[in-house]
């Protein structure tokens, strides 16, 4: 069945998938937080890849196939902006409040009154607030003596890349409604070149044509704009259950020489999320009366793991994973159903009032229609 028709709506496995995806990264830093390096994940010695890389993907081919469905159906830069920030940066700013005010003065090595009045701690606290030019891993004299020391929330750092993909976009859609009547047309080619250059961009780092210094940025920015790209193509890509056993096929052969797996993974991982995402259907939907909790596990993971590593000694991964998914998930819950839903809830009031302050800017960037 073509793309368009399932995509209708919101009856699908986004927020399974997002679950799983927050549990496969705290699955992989359970490795490196226990025992003080990820290289022993299964995975990163038999493919050089680790499951959390594979989760972080997933996140960034859902997240630009979603937002880019927001921005088109929305047709209104404020109204996107304000969506993007308020799903981002609440939930973030109470996580970091915990951190800084209860966890880091708990296990600092520093007195109470060094810890708080030290540039680190004012530095870290700002920096990953607002996520634009990157985020800080340090506070003073925590988790010093962890197996993975001084990085108190090593996951913040897929936060930024994410912004810096949102601000593209953002940047694209204005940039293209300059041509008046053919914004959208101009817009869709853009986002498919993205598509197209980061594809020969990952596929050469993959056979060693381009620096793997690049490798991060590139990969992220791929996947993104694959998401971005599938939106736009929605109308002409069939999902069916012959191809999906098709792509699961040739990436199990391909697991026999890494170059090649790299590169088919690289092309099939979205397809997969896509099937997995619109076509089981029936019990498994009802996942989503609980709701998201994805996005509280991934901010919450990393300090509940490394405060687990400092209270327990010599923590085994598993017992790493099942005790951190246990205190990640309560806290996640919570953050979804008193934090996040709740500002997500204030969304169209929000929106109003920013409108109203920026009523100039809005009529030369809300016109046309997808």
Not at 222 to 239: C, E
Request: proline share 3%; glycine share 6%; aromatic share 16%.
């Amino acid at each position: 069945m073509k793309l368009i028709y399932l995509c209708i709506g919101k009856n699908n496995n986004f927020n399974l998938i997002r679950i799983i995806a927050a549990l496969a990264v705290l699955v992989t830093h359970s490795f490196a937080l226990s025992i003080g390096t990820g290289d022993v994940e299964p995975l990163k010695k038999s493919l050089d890849i680790t499951i959390g890389m594979i989760a972080i993907d997933v996140f960034f081919i859902t997240s630009g196939f979603l937002v880019t469905s927001s921005l088109m159906n929305r047709q209104n830069i404020i109204e996107f902006s304000c969506a993007r920030a308020l799903r981002i940066f609440p939930a973030l700013w109470i996580m970091l409040v915990i951190t800084v005010l209860f966890i880091g003065p708990y296990f600092s090595a520093n007195s109470l009154l060094s810890y708080l009045f030290d540039y680190k701690t004012r530095y870290y606290f700002v920096k990953c607030s607002t996520l634009f030019t990157g985020v800080s891993y340090e506070l003073p004299g925590v988790f010093n003596t962890n197996p993975y020391n001084n990085a108190v929330n090593g996951s913040l750092w897929t936060l930024p890349w994410e912004v810096r993909m949102y601000t593209i976009l953002a940047v694209t859609w204005i940039g293209a409604a300059c041509l008046g009547r053919f914004r959208d047309i101009a817009f869709r080619i853009l986002i498919i070149a993205y598509f197209i250059i980061s594809a020969i961009c990952v596929i050469a780092i993959d056979f060693g044509s381009l620096s793997t210094a690049y490798d991060t940025q590139f990969r992220l920015f791929f996947m993104f704009f694959t998401g971005s790209a599938i939106y736009i193509l929605r109308r002409i890509i069939h999902l069916s259950t012959s191809s999906f056993c098709f792509v699961i096929i040739i990436v199990a052969i391909s697991t026999i020489q890494k170059v090649f797996f790299h590169t088919i993974y690289h092309l099939s991982i979205a397809y997969i999320v896509f099937y997995l995402a619109y076509v089981p259907a029936g019990f498994i939907r009802k996942y989503n009366l609980i709701g998201d909790y994805s996005y509280g596990i991934y901010i919450y993971a990393f300090p509940v793991q490394q405060s687990l590593a400092a209270l327990i000694p010599g923590i085994s991964v598993l017992y790493m994973f099942m005790s951190s998914a246990a205190v990640t998930i309560l806290l996640a819950g919570i953050s979804w159903h008193a934090v996040e839903k709740r500002t997500l809830g204030l969304k169209e009031n929000f929106v109003s009032q920013i409108k109203s302050r920026l009523a100039i800017f809005v009529s030369p960037l809300s016109t046309g229609r997808d």
